[in-house]
Protein backbone atom coordinates (compact mmCIF):
# COMPACT_ATOMS: atom_id res chain seq x y z
CA UNK A 1 0.00 0.00 0.00
CA UNK A 2 1.80 2.79 -0.97
CA UNK A 3 1.94 6.55 1.14
CA UNK A 4 1.36 9.77 1.13
CA UNK A 5 5.18 10.28 0.58
CA UNK A 6 4.83 8.14 -2.40
CA UNK A 7 2.62 10.04 -4.10
CA UNK A 8 4.30 13.14 -3.25
CA UNK A 9 7.28 11.79 -5.22
CA UNK A 10 5.24 11.95 -8.22
CA UNK A 11 3.10 15.42 -7.93
CA UNK A 12 6.32 16.92 -6.37
CA UNK A 13 7.84 17.12 -2.89
CA UNK A 14 9.19 20.29 -2.88
CA UNK A 15 7.71 22.49 -6.07
CA UNK A 16 5.61 25.26 -6.45
CA UNK A 17 2.68 24.46 -4.20
CA UNK A 18 4.93 23.56 -1.69
CA UNK A 19 7.36 26.51 -1.51
CA UNK A 20 4.03 29.14 -1.71
CA UNK A 21 2.87 26.88 1.49
CA UNK A 22 6.59 27.34 2.89
CA UNK A 23 6.89 30.96 1.80
CA UNK A 24 3.40 32.41 3.96
CA UNK A 25 4.49 30.12 6.49
CA UNK A 26 7.71 31.73 7.19
CA UNK A 27 6.28 34.67 7.79
CA UNK A 28 4.10 33.78 10.17
CA UNK A 29 7.41 32.60 11.80
CA UNK A 30 9.29 36.00 11.78
CA UNK A 31 6.22 37.72 13.34
CA UNK A 32 6.20 35.69 16.43
CA UNK A 33 9.61 37.20 17.43
CA UNK A 34 8.13 40.01 19.28
CA UNK A 35 5.89 37.76 21.34
CA UNK A 36 8.97 35.18 22.48
CA UNK A 37 11.98 38.04 22.65
CA UNK A 38 10.04 41.26 23.00
CA UNK A 39 10.48 41.77 26.60
CA UNK A 40 14.33 42.90 25.88
CA UNK A 41 13.03 46.18 24.24
CA UNK A 42 9.31 46.79 25.53
CA UNK A 43 10.58 45.87 29.11
CA UNK A 44 14.13 47.95 28.80
CA UNK A 45 15.74 49.07 31.80
CA UNK A 46 17.90 51.99 31.73
CA UNK A 47 20.12 53.74 33.96
CA UNK A 48 18.38 55.39 36.63
CA UNK A 49 18.43 57.14 39.93
CA UNK A 50 16.17 58.37 42.58
CA UNK A 51 14.36 61.87 42.12
CA UNK A 52 15.02 64.32 44.29
CA UNK A 53 13.17 67.72 44.92
CA UNK A 54 15.29 70.49 44.61
CA UNK A 55 18.33 68.85 43.05
CA UNK A 56 17.92 70.32 39.55
CA UNK A 57 17.56 73.94 40.85
CA UNK A 58 20.85 73.47 43.38
CA UNK A 59 22.42 72.22 40.21
CA UNK A 60 21.40 74.90 38.33
CA UNK A 61 22.29 77.74 41.22
CA UNK A 62 25.94 76.42 41.35
CA UNK A 63 26.84 75.50 37.88
CA UNK A 64 27.51 71.63 38.07
CA UNK A 65 27.85 69.12 35.75
CA UNK A 66 26.03 66.18 35.45
CA UNK A 67 28.91 64.17 36.96
CA UNK A 68 29.39 66.91 39.76
CA UNK A 69 25.66 66.39 40.55
CA UNK A 70 25.55 62.84 40.81
CA UNK A 71 28.55 62.35 42.91
CA UNK A 72 27.13 65.45 45.10
CA UNK A 73 23.67 64.16 45.50
CA UNK A 74 23.75 60.04 44.76
CA UNK A 75 24.94 58.14 47.30
CA UNK A 76 26.95 55.69 46.28
CA UNK A 77 27.96 57.15 42.85
CA UNK A 78 31.44 58.03 43.18
CA UNK A 79 32.77 54.67 44.63
CA UNK A 80 31.41 51.46 42.75
CA UNK A 81 28.88 53.26 39.41
CA UNK A 82 25.70 52.16 39.88
CA UNK A 83 24.62 50.11 42.28
CA UNK A 84 21.55 49.40 44.66
CA UNK A 85 22.22 52.14 46.70
CA UNK A 86 22.95 54.63 43.67
CA UNK A 87 19.52 53.12 41.84
CA UNK A 88 17.32 52.76 44.81
CA UNK A 89 18.46 55.11 47.73
CA UNK A 90 18.61 58.43 48.29
CA UNK A 91 19.35 61.12 50.85
CA UNK A 92 17.24 62.21 53.04
CA UNK A 93 17.81 66.29 53.24
CA UNK A 94 16.31 69.19 52.09
CA UNK A 95 17.96 70.14 48.85
CA UNK A 96 15.51 73.31 48.87
CA UNK A 97 17.65 74.58 51.72
CA UNK A 98 18.76 78.11 51.41
CA UNK A 99 21.99 77.48 53.29
CA UNK A 100 23.68 74.50 51.12
CA UNK A 101 26.74 74.67 49.74
CA UNK A 102 28.15 74.27 46.53
CA UNK A 103 31.41 72.41 47.26
CA UNK A 104 30.01 70.32 50.04
CA UNK A 105 26.23 70.56 50.06
CA UNK A 106 26.16 67.27 52.29
CA UNK A 107 28.29 68.68 55.02
CA UNK A 108 26.88 71.99 54.88
CA UNK A 109 23.36 70.14 55.66
CA UNK A 110 24.49 67.65 58.04
CA UNK A 111 28.01 67.84 58.86
CA UNK A 112 28.52 64.53 58.50
CA UNK A 113 28.19 62.33 55.45
CA UNK A 114 28.51 59.16 57.70
CA UNK A 115 25.15 60.19 59.01
CA UNK A 116 23.42 61.59 56.48
CA UNK A 117 20.41 59.03 56.40
CA UNK A 118 19.07 57.13 53.32
CA UNK A 119 15.20 56.64 52.44
CA UNK A 120 13.73 54.99 49.48
CA UNK A 121 12.29 57.35 46.13
CA UNK A 122 9.32 58.15 47.74
CA UNK A 123 8.96 61.05 44.47
CA UNK A 124 9.85 57.93 41.40
CA UNK A 125 12.88 58.33 39.65
CA UNK A 126 14.68 59.82 37.33
CA UNK A 127 15.57 57.51 33.51
CA UNK A 128 18.75 58.13 31.16
CA UNK A 129 16.71 56.94 28.16
CA UNK A 130 15.12 58.77 25.30
CA UNK A 131 12.54 56.20 24.91
CA UNK A 132 10.26 54.87 27.27
CA UNK A 133 9.47 50.83 28.15
CA UNK A 134 7.37 49.04 30.75
CA UNK A 135 9.62 50.09 33.37
CA UNK A 136 9.86 53.55 32.80
CA UNK A 137 6.34 54.04 32.68
CA UNK A 138 5.33 52.03 35.59
CA UNK A 139 8.45 52.44 37.80
CA UNK A 140 9.41 48.31 37.60
CA UNK A 141 12.63 48.77 39.16
CA UNK A 142 14.07 48.20 42.97
CA UNK A 143 11.52 46.76 45.15
CA UNK A 144 8.75 46.51 42.16
CA UNK A 145 11.82 44.62 39.74
CA UNK A 146 10.55 41.41 39.79
CA UNK A 147 6.96 42.63 37.71
CA UNK A 148 9.53 43.17 34.81
CA UNK A 149 10.13 39.30 35.84
CA UNK A 150 6.56 38.50 35.94
CA UNK A 151 5.54 40.21 32.82
CA UNK A 152 8.37 37.77 30.88
CA UNK A 153 6.55 34.80 32.61
CA UNK A 154 3.44 35.55 32.02
CA UNK A 155 3.83 34.84 28.46
CA UNK A 156 5.28 31.88 29.36
CA UNK A 157 3.09 30.32 31.44
CA UNK A 158 0.44 31.49 28.52
CA UNK A 159 2.88 28.98 26.37
CA UNK A 160 2.56 26.55 28.61
CA UNK A 161 -1.16 26.13 28.96
CA UNK A 162 -1.65 26.74 25.55
CA UNK A 163 0.35 24.43 24.21
CA UNK A 164 -1.71 21.45 24.80
CA UNK A 165 -4.61 22.92 24.90
CA UNK A 166 -3.84 24.13 20.86
CA UNK A 167 -2.14 20.62 20.66
CA UNK A 168 -5.19 19.00 20.82
CA UNK A 169 -7.10 21.27 18.79
CA UNK A 170 -4.70 21.23 15.68
CA UNK A 171 -4.71 17.22 15.78
CA UNK A 172 -8.56 17.49 16.57
CA UNK A 173 -9.88 19.93 14.08
CA UNK A 174 -6.74 20.38 11.60
CA UNK A 175 -3.78 22.25 11.06
CA UNK A 176 -5.28 25.31 9.14
CA UNK A 177 -8.19 25.72 11.49
CA UNK A 178 -6.04 26.10 14.58
CA UNK A 179 -3.73 28.48 12.92
CA UNK A 180 -6.54 30.91 11.64
CA UNK A 181 -7.90 31.19 15.32
CA UNK A 182 -4.81 31.56 16.98
CA UNK A 183 -3.95 34.33 14.49
CA UNK A 184 -6.92 35.95 15.24
CA UNK A 185 -6.64 36.04 18.82
CA UNK A 186 -2.97 37.01 18.44
CA UNK A 187 -4.09 39.85 16.82
CA UNK A 188 -6.71 40.79 19.29
CA UNK A 189 -4.83 40.41 22.43
CA UNK A 190 -1.65 42.26 20.61
CA UNK A 191 -3.99 45.26 20.03
CA UNK A 192 -5.49 45.59 23.49
CA UNK A 193 -1.82 45.43 24.84
CA UNK A 194 -1.33 48.50 23.64
CA UNK A 195 -4.00 50.61 25.03
CA UNK A 196 -4.86 48.97 28.14
CA UNK A 197 -3.71 51.60 31.13
CA UNK A 198 -2.59 49.52 33.95
CA UNK A 199 0.26 46.94 34.86
CA UNK A 200 -2.13 44.03 35.65
CA UNK A 201 -4.07 43.99 32.59
CA UNK A 202 -0.84 44.28 30.29
CA UNK A 203 0.40 41.03 32.56
CA UNK A 204 -3.17 39.54 31.91
CA UNK A 205 -3.22 40.18 28.11
CA UNK A 206 0.58 39.03 27.62
CA UNK A 207 -0.39 35.92 28.94
CA UNK A 208 -3.67 35.69 26.50
CA UNK A 209 -0.92 36.30 23.57
CA UNK A 210 1.04 33.30 24.82
CA UNK A 211 -1.68 31.20 25.25
CA UNK A 212 -1.82 31.08 21.06
CA UNK A 213 0.94 32.37 19.90
CA UNK A 214 2.88 29.81 20.44
CA UNK A 215 0.57 26.89 19.86
CA UNK A 216 0.31 28.90 16.58
CA UNK A 217 3.73 29.30 15.52
CA UNK A 218 4.20 25.40 16.08
CA UNK A 219 1.32 24.28 14.09
CA UNK A 220 2.72 26.49 10.62
CA UNK A 221 5.88 24.00 11.42
CA UNK A 222 3.89 20.94 11.70
CA UNK A 223 2.23 21.96 8.24
CA UNK A 224 5.03 23.03 6.29
CA UNK A 225 6.70 20.04 7.49
CA UNK A 226 3.91 17.92 6.20
CA UNK A 227 3.19 18.98 3.14
CA UNK A 228 6.85 18.14 1.56
CA UNK A 229 8.43 15.40 0.51
CA UNK A 230 10.94 13.53 3.10
CA UNK A 231 14.11 14.31 1.21
CA UNK A 232 13.43 18.18 1.94
CA UNK A 233 11.72 17.44 5.71
CA UNK A 234 14.67 18.27 7.32
CA UNK A 235 15.43 21.77 5.27
CA UNK A 236 12.16 23.98 5.24
CA UNK A 237 12.07 22.54 9.53
CA UNK A 238 15.18 24.30 9.74
CA UNK A 239 14.60 27.41 7.18
CA UNK A 240 11.38 28.02 9.16
CA UNK A 241 13.19 28.37 12.41
CA UNK A 242 15.85 30.20 10.14
CA UNK A 243 12.48 32.93 9.47
CA UNK A 244 12.41 33.22 13.31
CA UNK A 245 16.04 34.74 12.97
CA UNK A 246 15.16 37.20 10.38
CA UNK A 247 12.46 38.07 12.59
CA UNK A 248 14.87 38.55 15.24
CA UNK A 249 16.87 41.05 12.71
CA UNK A 250 13.81 42.93 11.48
CA UNK A 251 12.29 43.09 14.81
CA UNK A 252 15.85 44.85 15.99
CA UNK A 253 15.39 47.45 13.82
CA UNK A 254 12.44 48.35 14.24
CA UNK A 255 12.98 48.54 18.01
CA UNK A 256 15.37 51.10 17.05
CA UNK A 257 13.52 53.17 15.23
CA UNK A 258 10.53 53.40 17.50
CA UNK A 259 12.14 53.16 20.68
CA UNK A 260 8.22 53.96 22.72
CA UNK A 261 7.38 50.15 23.62
CA UNK A 262 3.23 51.46 23.19
CA UNK A 263 4.01 52.33 19.44
CA UNK A 264 6.33 49.43 18.83
CA UNK A 265 3.52 47.16 20.16
CA UNK A 266 1.16 48.65 18.00
CA UNK A 267 3.42 48.59 15.10
CA UNK A 268 5.05 45.11 15.16
CA UNK A 269 0.73 43.58 15.93
CA UNK A 270 -0.72 45.29 12.76
CA UNK A 271 1.21 43.35 10.27
CA UNK A 272 -0.36 40.17 12.04
CA UNK A 273 -3.63 41.09 10.44
CA UNK A 274 -2.85 40.07 6.89
CA UNK A 275 -2.24 36.50 8.16
CA UNK A 276 -5.92 35.95 8.41
CA UNK A 277 -5.71 36.01 4.24
CA UNK A 278 -4.18 32.43 5.16
CA UNK A 279 -7.91 31.26 4.69
CA UNK A 280 -7.30 31.32 1.12
CA UNK A 281 -3.69 30.52 0.46
CA UNK A 282 -2.69 27.71 2.83
CA UNK A 283 -4.30 24.19 2.22
CA UNK A 284 -5.09 21.50 5.38
CA UNK A 285 -2.66 18.85 5.76
CA UNK A 286 -3.13 16.31 3.61
CA UNK A 287 -1.45 13.76 6.43
CA UNK A 288 -3.65 15.34 8.83
CA UNK A 289 -6.99 14.58 6.93
CA UNK A 290 -5.38 10.59 5.94
CA UNK A 291 -5.16 10.21 9.64
CA UNK A 292 -8.88 11.57 10.13
CA UNK A 293 -9.72 9.15 7.41
CA UNK A 294 -10.93 11.97 5.58
CA UNK A 295 -9.40 10.55 2.17
CA UNK A 296 -11.36 12.33 -0.70
CA UNK A 297 -10.43 15.62 0.77
CA UNK A 298 -6.22 14.76 0.95
CA UNK A 299 -7.16 13.49 -2.52
CA UNK A 300 -8.41 16.72 -3.48
CA UNK A 301 -5.56 18.84 -2.30
CA UNK A 302 -3.14 16.29 -3.45
CA UNK A 303 -4.65 17.21 -7.29
CA UNK A 304 -4.34 20.62 -6.41
CA UNK A 305 -0.91 20.15 -5.51
CA UNK A 306 -0.08 18.26 -9.16
CA UNK A 307 -2.12 21.28 -10.80
CA UNK A 308 0.17 24.04 -8.84
CA UNK A 309 3.23 21.80 -9.72
CA UNK A 310 2.51 21.14 -13.21
CA UNK A 311 2.41 17.64 -12.56
CA UNK A 312 0.00 14.65 -13.80
CA UNK A 313 -1.25 12.42 -11.34
CA UNK A 314 -0.32 8.89 -11.68
CA UNK A 315 -3.64 7.00 -12.72
CA UNK A 316 -3.10 4.22 -10.35
CA UNK A 317 -2.76 7.02 -7.51
CA UNK A 318 -6.25 8.49 -8.08
CA UNK A 319 -8.68 6.44 -6.42
CA UNK A 320 -6.38 5.42 -3.82
CA UNK A 321 -7.31 4.23 -0.17
CA UNK A 322 -5.14 4.69 2.60
CA UNK A 323 -4.99 1.90 5.49
CA UNK A 324 -6.12 4.76 7.67
CA UNK A 325 -9.00 4.68 6.39
CA UNK A 326 -9.36 0.87 6.84
CA UNK A 327 -8.26 1.38 10.22
CA UNK A 328 -10.98 4.53 11.45
CA UNK A 329 -9.98 7.45 12.95
CA UNK A 330 -7.30 7.52 15.55
CA UNK A 331 -7.98 10.09 17.88
CA UNK A 332 -4.97 11.84 19.89
CA UNK A 333 -4.69 11.24 23.21
CA UNK A 334 -2.10 12.07 25.57
CA UNK A 335 -1.46 8.66 27.31
CA UNK A 336 -0.09 7.25 24.03
CA UNK A 337 2.80 9.73 24.72
CA UNK A 338 3.90 7.52 27.64
CA UNK A 339 2.31 3.71 26.84
CA UNK A 340 5.06 1.98 25.17
CA UNK A 341 8.39 1.44 26.59
CA UNK A 342 10.31 3.84 23.34
CA UNK A 343 7.39 6.29 23.25
CA UNK A 344 8.04 6.81 26.90
CA UNK A 345 11.91 7.42 26.69
CA UNK A 346 11.31 9.99 23.79
CA UNK A 347 8.98 11.79 25.66
CA UNK A 348 11.31 12.27 28.73
CA UNK A 349 14.27 13.24 26.57
CA UNK A 350 12.49 15.27 24.88
CA UNK A 351 10.76 17.40 27.55
CA UNK A 352 14.10 17.82 28.69
CA UNK A 353 15.83 19.05 26.02
CA UNK A 354 12.99 21.22 25.45
CA UNK A 355 13.22 22.93 28.58
CA UNK A 356 16.67 23.27 28.49
CA UNK A 357 17.08 25.11 25.35
CA UNK A 358 14.31 27.63 26.34
CA UNK A 359 16.51 28.45 29.81
CA UNK A 360 19.77 28.47 27.90
CA UNK A 361 18.46 30.41 24.92
CA UNK A 362 16.57 32.81 26.60
CA UNK A 363 19.29 33.09 29.95
CA UNK A 364 21.75 33.38 27.32
CA UNK A 365 19.95 36.90 25.41
CA UNK A 366 19.18 38.33 29.02
CA UNK A 367 22.27 37.90 30.59
CA UNK A 368 23.78 39.83 27.45
CA UNK A 369 21.60 42.35 28.11
CA UNK A 370 21.79 42.28 31.90
CA UNK A 371 26.38 43.21 30.53
CA UNK A 372 25.04 45.49 27.90
CA UNK A 373 26.87 48.20 26.38
CA UNK A 374 24.60 48.89 23.25
CA UNK A 375 21.57 47.33 23.65
CA UNK A 376 20.77 46.86 19.94
CA UNK A 377 24.14 45.77 18.90
CA UNK A 378 24.36 42.97 21.45
CA UNK A 379 21.13 42.51 20.35
CA UNK A 380 22.45 42.37 16.28
CA UNK A 381 25.40 40.32 17.58
CA UNK A 382 23.65 37.43 19.12
CA UNK A 383 20.72 37.10 16.54
CA UNK A 384 23.57 36.91 13.11
CA UNK A 385 24.78 33.77 15.30
CA UNK A 386 21.87 32.13 14.34
CA UNK A 387 22.71 32.02 10.42
CA UNK A 388 25.50 29.81 10.40
CA UNK A 389 24.30 27.58 12.94
CA UNK A 390 21.24 26.45 10.90
CA UNK A 391 23.99 26.35 7.63
CA UNK A 392 25.84 23.98 10.20
CA UNK A 393 22.68 22.06 11.02
CA UNK A 394 21.52 21.87 7.32
CA UNK A 395 25.03 20.45 6.11
CA UNK A 396 26.10 18.32 9.50
CA UNK A 397 22.36 16.21 9.80
CA UNK A 398 22.51 15.39 5.63
CA UNK A 399 25.78 13.58 6.21
CA UNK A 400 26.00 12.82 9.56
CA UNK A 401 22.68 12.18 11.01
CA UNK A 402 20.72 13.80 13.57
CA UNK A 403 21.70 12.84 16.84
CA UNK A 404 25.42 13.12 16.86
CA UNK A 405 25.78 16.67 15.55
CA UNK A 406 22.37 18.02 18.52
CA UNK A 407 24.34 15.83 21.48
CA UNK A 408 27.42 18.00 20.01
CA UNK A 409 25.62 21.58 20.45
CA UNK A 410 24.19 21.07 23.44
CA UNK A 411 27.75 20.33 24.95
CA UNK A 412 29.39 23.06 23.15
CA UNK A 413 26.90 25.49 24.76
CA UNK A 414 27.55 24.08 27.92
CA UNK A 415 30.89 24.31 27.45
CA UNK A 416 30.76 27.84 26.02
CA UNK A 417 28.94 29.22 29.08
CA UNK A 418 31.27 27.61 31.48
CA UNK A 419 34.03 29.51 29.37
CA UNK A 420 32.15 33.17 29.34
CA UNK A 421 32.38 32.72 33.25
CA UNK A 422 35.60 31.85 34.04
CA UNK A 423 37.26 34.70 31.55
CA UNK A 424 38.33 38.11 33.54
CA UNK A 425 35.60 40.91 33.24
CA UNK A 426 38.81 43.33 31.96
CA UNK A 427 38.45 40.85 28.83
CA UNK A 428 35.02 41.80 27.63
CA UNK A 429 35.68 41.21 24.12
CA UNK A 430 36.25 37.56 24.62
CA UNK A 431 33.34 37.20 26.53
CA UNK A 432 31.20 38.48 24.23
CA UNK A 433 32.78 35.49 21.67
CA UNK A 434 32.13 32.89 23.88
CA UNK A 435 28.27 33.94 24.60
CA UNK A 436 28.01 34.09 21.31
CA UNK A 437 29.63 30.33 20.40
CA UNK A 438 26.73 29.40 22.87
CA UNK A 439 24.20 31.29 21.43
CA UNK A 440 24.91 29.24 18.15
CA UNK A 441 25.03 25.69 20.02
CA UNK A 442 21.89 26.30 22.04
CA UNK A 443 20.08 27.65 18.70
CA UNK A 444 21.23 24.36 17.04
CA UNK A 445 20.08 22.63 19.73
CA UNK A 446 17.03 24.12 19.89
CA UNK A 447 16.69 24.04 15.91
CA UNK A 448 17.34 20.13 16.36
CA UNK A 449 14.87 19.55 19.09
CA UNK A 450 11.89 21.42 17.16
CA UNK A 451 12.70 19.11 13.85
CA UNK A 452 13.43 15.93 15.87
CA UNK A 453 10.68 16.08 17.93
CA UNK A 454 8.13 15.56 14.92
CA UNK A 455 10.17 12.35 13.64
CA UNK A 456 9.86 10.45 16.91
CA UNK A 457 5.74 10.36 17.00
CA UNK A 458 3.24 9.36 14.52
CA UNK A 459 0.77 11.13 12.36
CA UNK A 460 -1.93 11.53 14.17
CA UNK A 461 -0.37 12.18 17.42
CA UNK A 462 2.42 14.56 16.11
CA UNK A 463 0.77 17.81 16.25
CA UNK A 464 0.06 16.89 20.47
CA UNK A 465 3.47 15.15 21.12
CA UNK A 466 5.02 18.61 19.72
CA UNK A 467 3.08 20.65 21.98
CA UNK A 468 3.00 18.40 24.98
CA UNK A 469 7.14 18.16 24.94
CA UNK A 470 7.70 21.90 24.29
CA UNK A 471 5.86 22.63 27.59
CA UNK A 472 8.70 22.26 29.24
CA UNK A 473 10.55 24.57 26.79
CA UNK A 474 7.90 27.20 28.36
CA UNK A 475 8.39 26.07 32.08
CA UNK A 476 12.01 27.17 31.71
CA UNK A 477 11.21 30.06 29.97
CA UNK A 478 9.04 30.94 33.50
CA UNK A 479 11.73 30.16 35.52
CA UNK A 480 14.40 31.50 33.52
CA UNK A 481 14.03 35.35 34.11
CA UNK A 482 14.26 34.92 37.82
CA UNK A 483 17.72 32.35 37.55
CA UNK A 484 19.24 35.19 35.50
CA UNK A 485 18.00 38.73 37.31
CA UNK A 486 17.93 37.23 41.05
CA UNK A 487 21.63 35.05 41.08
CA UNK A 488 23.31 38.07 38.77
CA UNK A 489 23.06 40.01 42.58
CA UNK A 490 24.85 36.71 43.93
CA UNK A 491 27.43 36.44 41.25
CA UNK A 492 27.20 38.36 38.46
CA UNK A 493 28.38 34.55 36.22
CA UNK A 494 26.43 32.06 38.16
CA UNK A 495 23.49 31.88 35.92
CA UNK A 496 26.45 30.53 32.90
CA UNK A 497 27.36 28.14 35.44
CA UNK A 498 23.55 26.69 35.81
CA UNK A 499 23.49 27.03 32.15
CA UNK A 500 26.68 24.68 31.91
CA UNK A 501 25.06 21.65 33.75
CA UNK A 502 21.68 21.89 32.15
CA UNK A 503 23.13 21.72 28.48
CA UNK A 504 26.30 19.12 29.38
CA UNK A 505 22.87 16.83 30.67
CA UNK A 506 21.12 17.63 27.73
CA UNK A 507 23.74 16.68 24.85
CA UNK A 508 24.54 13.17 26.69
CA UNK A 509 20.60 12.18 27.31
CA UNK A 510 20.25 13.25 23.69
CA UNK A 511 22.59 10.12 22.44
CA UNK A 512 19.90 7.74 24.24
CA UNK A 513 17.37 8.46 21.36
CA UNK A 514 17.02 6.91 18.17
CA UNK A 515 18.40 8.12 14.74
CA UNK A 516 16.02 9.46 12.50
CA UNK A 517 18.07 10.15 9.16
CA UNK A 518 16.64 8.96 5.82
CA UNK A 519 13.43 7.29 7.94
CA UNK A 520 9.96 7.68 6.84
CA UNK A 521 7.58 9.81 8.86
CA UNK A 522 6.25 7.19 11.14
CA UNK A 523 2.33 6.39 11.14
CA UNK A 524 1.79 4.54 13.78
CA UNK A 525 3.21 4.10 17.55
CA UNK A 526 4.16 0.48 16.24
CA UNK A 527 6.37 2.09 14.10
CA UNK A 528 7.79 4.19 16.64
CA UNK A 529 8.90 0.90 18.69
CA UNK A 530 10.17 -0.38 15.60
CA UNK A 531 12.96 2.38 15.34
CA UNK A 532 16.47 1.10 16.40
Not at 66 to 88: I, K
Not at 469 to 485: A, E, H, K, R, T
Request: charged share 15%; net charge negative; proline share 5%.
Amino acid sequence: MPTLDDILENVGEFDKFQKQTFFVLCLLSAAFTPVYVGVIFFGFIPEHRCFSPGVAELSQRCGWSLEEQLNHTVPEWGSRGASFGSRCRRYEVDWNATDISCTDPLGSLMGNWSTVPLGPCRDGWVYESPGTSLVTEFNLVCEDSWKLDLFQSSVNAGFFIGSINVGYIADRFGRKFCLLNTILANVVCGILLVFVPTYLWIVIFRFLQGLVSKGCWTAGYILVTEVVGPKYRRTVGILYQTAFSVGLLVFDAIAYAIPHWRWLQLTVTLPSCFFLLYYWCLPESPRWLISQGKNDKAMKIVSDMAKKNQKKMPSHFEDIKFEEEDGGKQSPSLIDLVRTPQMRKNTFILMYNWFTSSVLYQGLIMHMGVAAGNMYLDFLYSALVEFPAAFIIIVTIDHVGRRYPWAAANMVAGAACLVTALIPEDIHWLKVIAACIGRMGITMAFEMVCFVNTELYPTYIRNLGVMVCSSLCDVGGVIVPFIVYRLVEVWHDLPLIVFTVLGLIAGGLVLLLPETKGRVLPETVEDVENFH
